[in-house]
């Protein structure tokens, strides 16, 4: 197993002006909070965040964050991205309390796609991440969503998946049984049809 590591240095220079700043130094502004201690400014190196995510499952995972030599367990609550260059400009992170629930957004993997597209049908995924609720020693890597068995017209709801163990759909706990993925017959493009007639 990776382990996922990010060091960060405590940050008093605050707001917009010094967020601006630190990003002209190649640093980004990031925040920690929960547990019992106080809400904390960091400062962490953009190279060194942006190396992390490039592992997915880097955002479904209990990550050592290293203030300043203080080590404290975290998982990502939040991320702010650049809308067009796709750089992240902003983190959020949550400590990670033992024995206590936590919610986290985990990617979602699609697998068996050929099996309806076989059949003539088309897939949409409607979602690309679950917000789970559990502990962090039952955080999953991602939520697995099969469409081998799917046919054209099916729409593949949360309740649909199963959860792994101790985990618990956050949407589904509030009654929201959002679609995940549907499987659709083709559109047929205008001019085929006006060419038919």
Do not use: W
């Not at 990003?23 to 909070?33: E, G, K, N, Q």
């Not at 995510?53 to 880097?58: L, P």
């Not at 949407?171 to 085929?192: F, I, M, T």
Request: proline share 4%.
């Amino acid at each position: 197993m990776t382990d996922f590591i990010l060091n960060a240095q405590a940050r008093t220079d605050l707001g917009k002006g010094a967020s601006r700043r630190l990003r002209h130094s190649l640093s980004i502004p990031a925040v920690v909070y929960g547990g019992d201690k106080e809400a904390q400014s960091l400062t962490i190196v953009a190279k060194e965040i942006a190396k992390l995510f490039e592992n997915e499952a880097a955002f479904s995972h209990v990550i050592e964050l290293n203030v300043d030599g203080a080590k404290q367990n975290v998982v990502v609550k939040a991320m702010q991205r650049h809308p067009a260059k796709g750089f992240i400009m902003h983190a959020d992170f949550v400590r990670v309390v033992a024995g206590q629930k936590l919610t986290a957004k985990v990617p979602v993997h699609f697998v068996g796609e050929e099996a309806p597209v076989k059949k003539g049908g088309e897939i949409s995924h409607v979602v690309s991440e679950i917000e789970v609720s559990c502990e962090a020693k039952d955080l999953p890597e991602f939520i697995e969503v099969d469409l081998s068995k799917a046919e054209i017209g099916a729409i593949i709801h949360l309740s649909d998946l199963k959860a792994p163990k101790g985990v618990e759909f956050v949407a589904l706990a509030h009654g929201d049984d959002k679609a995940v993925a549907n499987v659709h017959a083709p559109r047929v493009a205008p001019e085929a049809e006006g060419a038919a007639e």
